[in-house]
């Protein structure tokens, strides 16, 4: 399904990723596959994730209905509004509910909370991630907060990020979580800490740079929570 977000992305955007320096050799913006092509393989993509979501509970169907409803119009967000990026936490990480969902049967508090920690954290990276288009961006009229924030980004990555941090010790509280995951928060917020430090918006390698490490930043997370209910 994250490949078929980018699909439909992708496809939306063909005519103004022609005039962004980094998306202009994207197989659509490009020629390379036409966008027939490009449909068949969504909806290849679409019923796998279809098959695999209606093996789930009810709950969890209903839940990722909403998340495919959601993802088809991500793309024209960036047209609407200023805040794509927090339609695209709000899709992005709908994935834990599902996940919940499917193995809980229901929906609490804390998984709330947790839901929220990865939109604050999206916000965070795919606004350093924004300010690479930036420029062209500008010329064609497309919003993002990397254009909303300018000059204040830094300062509202640190709202994000310690608003993710925040959310991150309250599930902590809230789900019963040991003393480690406790201590493993401690190196999330310090990677969180070192992306501020680095971000020099002016420096289009430097926010990539920043933005892939956010990989790392998932894993250390994911192994906080696993480690976090031995």
Request: hydrophobic fraction near 50%.
């Amino acid at each position: 399904m994250r490949s078929a977000g980018c699909i439909i992305n992708d496809f939306f955007d063909k005519d103004l990723d022609k005039h962004v320096t980094r998306t202009s050799q994207r197989p659509l913006a490009s020629g390379a596959i036409s966008s027939f092509e490009a449909f068949i393989i969504f909806s290849i993509l679409n019923l796998i994730g279809l098959a695999i979501l209606l093996s789930l509970n009810l709950l969890a169907i209903i839940i990722g209905l909403i998340s495919f409803v959601l993802f088809i119009f991500y793309p024209l967000m960036k047209r609407i509004t200023y805040w794509p990026q927090l339609f695209l936490g709000i899709t992005f990480n709908i994935g834990c509910l599902i996940g919940y969902a499917a193995i809980e049967n229901q929906l609490n508090f804390q998984i709330i909370i947790l839901y929220l920690s990865g939109i604050f954290w999206t916000l965070g990276y795919d606004t350093i991630y924004a300010h690479q288009d930036r420029e062209d961006d500008l010329n064609i009229g497309i919003k993002s907060t990397a254009i909303l924030f300018g000059n204040n980004t830094k300062q509202w990555i640190i709202i994000f990020y310690s608003l993710m941090v925040l959310c991150l010790i309250l599930f902590g509280l809230l789900h019963d979580q040991n003393i480690y995951y406790f201590i493993l928060l401690i190196f999330v917020s310090a990677h969180l800490f070192s992306q501020i430090k680095r971000l020099d918006i002016e420096n289009k390698g430097k926010c990539l740079s920043i933005f892939k490490s956010n990989q790392y930043l998932g894993l250390m997370v994911a192994l906080t929570l696993f480690i976090g209910i031995l």
